[in-house]
């Protein structure tokens, strides 16, 4: 024996099951997408750090031109950087300058979800003069069209300044 069901309870009830499906399949694709540009992005920046651990490349390469780079703490150089230029001059020339080598990073843990990319390291290099900079890091990176377009940076700024202090900087 079968039954009839009214027509307007089979169109409510067809019409929640096409909400349904339309709100699963938004749901997947929403995630396929996270899942897509989550991947992409930690890997673009695992790239970046092997490049420079085993190459000395610049991880510039993945900055925007027009970076926001913020160190956290305190001291001279604990500020907001505005550009590429301004963190290459004024973050990265105080210490770089005073290192005999390039600063070698050896990365700990890679996170990524979507657009940030944390990655915590530590980097260490010999200094102009004489001694060892050894610093702990931790980047707080925002990614935009496969570039790094924001950074927080938490480092032991009293090493940095120590470094700037005690170094001289190399001729250039």
Same mark, same amino acid.
Not at 91 to 113: G, K
Not at 127 to 142: D, Q, S, V
């Given at each position: 024996m079968t039954s009839k069901i009214p027509a307007r309870t089979f169109w409510r009830h067809l019409r929640a099951v096409a909400i349904a499906t339309a709100l699963t399949m938004t749901t997947t694709v929403a995630l396929a997408n996270t899942e897509t540009t989550?991947?992409?992005n930690e890997g673009i920046i695992r790239d970046a750090f092997e490049d420079w651990a085993e190459r000395g490349g610049a991880f510039t390469q993945v900055l925007s031109p027009d970076i926001v780079w913020t160190v956290r703490g305190s001291g001279a150089f604990a500020r907001t950087y505005k550009g590429v230029e301004s963190f @290459?001059?004024? @973050?990265?020339?105080?210490?770089?300058?005073?290192?005999?080598?390039?600063? /070698?990073?050896? /990365?700990?843990?890679? +996170?990524?979800?979507d657009d940030k990319v944390i990655v915590r390291f530590d980097a260490s290099a010999p200094?102009?003069? &004489? &001694?060892?900079?050894?610093?702990?890091?931790? +980047?707080?990176?925002?990614m935009k069209d496969d570039v790094v377009v924001e950074s927080e940076a938490f480092l032991d700024m009293v090493k940095y300044q120590e470094l700037v202090d005690s170094a001289p900087p190399r001729a250039q």
């Open positions: 989550t991947s992409r @290459a001059n004024d @973050a990265s020339r105080p210490i770089i300058s005073r290192l005999a080598s390039p600063l /070698v990073p050896e /990365v700990h843990d890679i +996170w990524a979800i200094t102009t003069a &004489g &001694g060892t900079y050894r610093n702990e890091y931790l +980047w707080i990176l925002t």
